[in-house]
């Protein structure tokens, strides 16, 4: 969830314009600035994509694009780590069920 | 191709990276600052994104603010959002091919000197159940709190070791979640005795450290001295973690076991220095467990065993933003005097006023390394069972099994079980890979150069196959 309140190590932001993505067909509430991952995390998303091997699922772990446990698809395009990449409206994101190669 | 040529090429923007820039570019060096997020400050200053905006600043979001204007008065070129994949030597004449990805860049750049602050990352820590959806680490958790305001989750486990863990907690509990429990891993605070005099004259700090502290007595969280997480469960994501408390030797003991219900666990169990390009390129590295591992040598103003290359901050060796700006510095200093900008007495003199101020930032961060444990020091927080390497998934008993057929390094390990060429390319699993070696052929030290750390290849970032073969054909690659 977000957090609205204001406090002294926190204190109150004002988010960008307000947009809407959809993850895996849902449509979701964002605000520019924010990453996929954090607007995913906002909104209950846990698991970003299940493992090959072991169908596990994964979600977010680093949060600083090192981990690349987060690797959704965006607008097409598979395998773009959600913690670096900002929301656009209209965005289209789906979480991966990857297979083994 | 036109080629886009600078003096200097400064990979990283925070703390480091914004200092080396601003000083070499003040001495009329011409310079470019790459980073990979929109804007700069790195993950110690965490600046809102563009987007947002605040009111009230923190004392530390000032500060950064404060070196942001100094960078924007200086002339710098700036590629942010932008990926480095690769740096090369120029053939047949000096300088380097700085390979980028992103939006707004070029493919290549060239530039004759480079300097590298790229930072640091949390430590991997391997235990039961690390795998799930819910177990983050503990800068991930002050990413999506601070630059994003969003709360990971409600009912949170911090767990590791450091003075990190604190502000994690105070910022989760000042955001609304219930912070359950906080385990600190080390308990022998008495190594910090001898140090207290030099902790009463860091000021700044002592005030930092109190405001979260009051903030995690007034919300009441348990601050558990030698206990750590030992395991991570629930159906698809966390919904409950095991803690127990540690012995003498770091092992977890099993009657002290207890279940605690979260949602949410924070692992922070230390940082990892970022080298993976300085060792790309070649840097001499050597390994230094209290400065988080993996280290490039460096000589007194931050240069590589490679003359024109210069590491600066955490990638340097665990030392803080502090440290780091001064390291980033004095390397500044290094490159304009190298280039002639600045004269070889005055030069000295800036080396002069920096020393001083570097001993006291190098104390500090040697007193941390002392007091608090490595995550080397938590393999058997791990199982067999557990997994070790995330993106090929291979498991302890996987490494264990490899070592008995003859591994006897990190780099065989890889070659018989996969760990490592994944999407990561190692970043996770090659310090737990590394103590796994040690740990069951009965080594007390692995030889980087001989097989203890895993070779690293270029593209350091993902990119499709097209924008390979493109700059392929620009770098004139043969094979």
């Known amino acids: 969830m977000r957090i609205e309140k204001s406090t002294s190590l926190l204190p109150e932001v004002k988010r960008g314009r307000k947009v809407q993505i959809t993850v895996d067909g849902k449509p979701i509430e964002a605000f520019e600035g924010e990453t996929v991952a954090a607007a995913m995390m906002a909104s209950g998303f846990r698991v970003f994509r299940t493992t090959a091997k072991d169908k596990m699922p994964r979600g977010m772990y680093c949060g600083m694009g090192i981990c690349f446990e987060c690797l959704v698809t965006i607008n097409g395009v598979k395998n773009v780590r959600a913690c670096l990449t900002p929301v656009t409206d209209g965005m289209t994101v789906v979480t991966q069920e990857e297979v083994a190669a | 191709m036109k080629e886009v040529r600078y003096e200097l090429a400064v990979v990283g923007g925070g703390p480091a990276g914004m200092e080396a820039a601003i000083t070499a570019a003040e001495a009329g060096v011409s310079t470019v600052l790459i980073d990979r997020y929109p804007q700069p400050g790195g993950q110690y200053y965490k600046e809102l994104p563009a987007e947002f905006s605040a009111r009230h600043r923190t004392k530390v979001e000032a500060e950064g603010d404060m070196l942001i204007r100094l960078l924007g008065g200086v002339e710098i070129t700036r590629y942010f959002g932008t990926l480095v994949w690769g740096i090369f030597p120029k053939e047949g004449e000096k300088g380097w091919l700085i390979a980028l990805t992103g939006n707004e860049s070029p493919r290549l750049i060239t530039a004759d000197s480079v ?58 509990i000042e955001g609304g979640a219930e912070v359950v429990e906080i385990c600190e891993a080390s308990r022998p605070f008495w190594k910090a005795i001898p140090y207290i005099p030099f902790i009463l004259g860091q000021t700044n700090r002592i005030e930092e450290g109190f405001k979260y502290l009051s903030t995690i007595l007034r919300a009441k969280a348990p601050y558990r001295i030698g206990w750590s997480v030992v395991e991570a469960r629930g159906n698809g994501k966390v919904e409950e973690a095991v803690i127990a408390r540690l012995d003498n030797r770091l092992n977890p003991v099993p009657s002290s076991r207890r279940t605690v219900k979260v949602d949410t666990i924070i692992s922070g169990y230390g940082l990892v220095p970022n080298n993976y390009l300085s060792r790309m390129m070649g840097c001499k590295h050597s390994y230094v467990g209290e400065k988080g591992g993996i280290i490039p040598e460096r000589d007194e103003t931050m240069q590589t065993s490679l003359p024109s290359v210069y590491v600066v901050g955490d990638a340097g060796g665990i030392g803080g933003a502090e440290l780091a700006r001064l390291e980033g510095r004095v390397a500044g200093v290094a490159v304009a005097s190298r280039l002639g900008r600045l004269g070889h007495s005055t030069a000295q003199w800036e080396y002069g006023k920096l020393r001083s101020l570097l001993r006291r930032q190098q104390r500090f961060a040697e007193m941390l390394g002392k007091v608090f444990v490595r995550g080397s020091d938590l393999f058997n927080l791990s199982t067999d069972e557990t997994t070790i390497c995330r993106c090929e998934e291979i498991t302890r008993r996987e490494i264990r099994a490899a070592i008995e057929m003859g591994a006897r390094s990190v780099t065989e390990v890889k070659m018989l079980t996969r760990t490592g060429m994944g999407n990561c390319q190692g970043r996770m699993c090659e310090h737990s890979v590394r103590n796994a070696v040690m740990a069951f052929t009965g080594q007390s030290y692995l030889d980087i150069d001989k097989g203890g750390a895993y070779s690293i290849r270029p593209p350091l970032e993902p990119m499709t196959v097209e924008e390979l073969a493109k700059a392929a054909q620009e770098l004139n690659f043969s094979e």
């Open chain 2, 115 to 172: 300097i590298l602050a790229t930072g640091a990352y949390d430590l991997p820590m391997p235990f039961p159940g690390w795998t799930l959806p819910g177990v983050i680490s503990a800068g991930a958790a002050l990413i999506l709190v601070k630059t994003q305001r969003i709360l990971p989750g409600k009912r949170v486990l911090v767990t590791g070791s450091g003075p990190l863990l604190l502000s994690v907690a105070a910022h989760l």
